[in-house]
T-cell receptor, first 113, second 111 residues
Framework: DTGVSQDPRHKITKRGQNVTFRCDPI?????LYWYRQTLGQGPEFLTY????????KSRLLSDRFSAERPKGSFSTLEIQRTEQGDSAMYLC???????????FGPGTRLTVT | GDSVTQMEGPVTLSEEAFLTINCTYT??????LFWYVQYPGEGLQLLLK?????DKGSNKGFEATYRKETTSFHLEKGSVQVSDSAVYFC??????????FGAGTILRVKS
């Protein structure tokens, strides 16, 4: 059983560029979550999917952010026109059915220069 | 909205010392409560959970009891090891989807 995987693990980009991250959840987990974690803080919820449907988005998710889960398996998170304030660790988690336990991936660390 | 408050760190202990990390929460309903741990260079791992009042979650020698009357979920371990050095996060969810985390507490255990 492989865990949640994320790609890339690190991304350095210049301000104004677009970036895309990928998350592969644990197979058969129907719920997938994105969180953002800044230094010295706990993760903050961004959005989640049940199968391919995006069911909730945080106010933290500005119009520059978009997430998809086209076939109910992997998910992508895109940030357009990156800003220095977007520098953070982006975490993906997945969950199966009625259990409330979320399993986290290793994260993608984004640095915007 | 919901929130979680943890004691500030870092907490520095000698090996075999008793550990307590305080966690209190604010929620509108009856949340499920969790402790997650983040070891250096690794992702978040679920350490233990409790889903209703007076439940005790336990794992790897760590324990936490869901106290509704004091809205608390303090993490304890009777004898810490150097390998327990990590960042510990208290978290809650009311709907099983949005997890609300505390800021985290750094634990450093010295041999």
């Amino acid at each position: 059983d492989t865990g949640v995987s994320q790609d890339p693990r690190h991304k350095i980009t210049k301000r104004g560029q677009n970036v895309t991250f990928r998350c592969d959840p644990i197979s058969e987990h129907n719920r997938l979550y994105w969180y953002r974690q800044t230094l010295g803080q706990g993760p903050e919820f961004l959005t989640y999917f049940q199968n391919e449907a995006q069911l909730e988005k945080s106010r933290l998710l500005s119009d520059r952010f978009s997430a998809e889960r086209p076939k109910g398996s992997f998910s992508t998170l895109e940030i357009q026109r990156t800003e220095q304030g977007d520098s953070a660790m982006y975490l993906c988690a997945s969950r199966l059915g009625p259990s409330y336990e979320q399993y986290f991936g290793p994260g993608t660390r984004l640095t915007v220069t | 909205g919901d929130s979680v408050t943890q004691m500030e760190g870092p907490v520095t202990l000698s090996e075999e010392a008793f550990l307590t990390i305080n966690c209190t929460y604010t929620a509108t309903g009856y949340p499920s409560l969790f402790w997650y741990v983040q070891y250096p260079g690794e992702g978040l791992q679920l350490l233990l959970k409790a889903t209703k009042a007076d439940d005790k979650g336990s794992n790897k020698g760590f324990e936490a009891t869901y106290r509704k009357e004091t809205t608390s979920f303090h993490l304890e371990k009777g004898s810490v090891q150097v390998s327990d050095s990590a960042v510990y996060f208290c978290a809650l969810t009311e709907d099983g989807n949005k997890l609300v985390f505390g800021a985290g507490t750094i634990l450093r255990v010295k041999s």
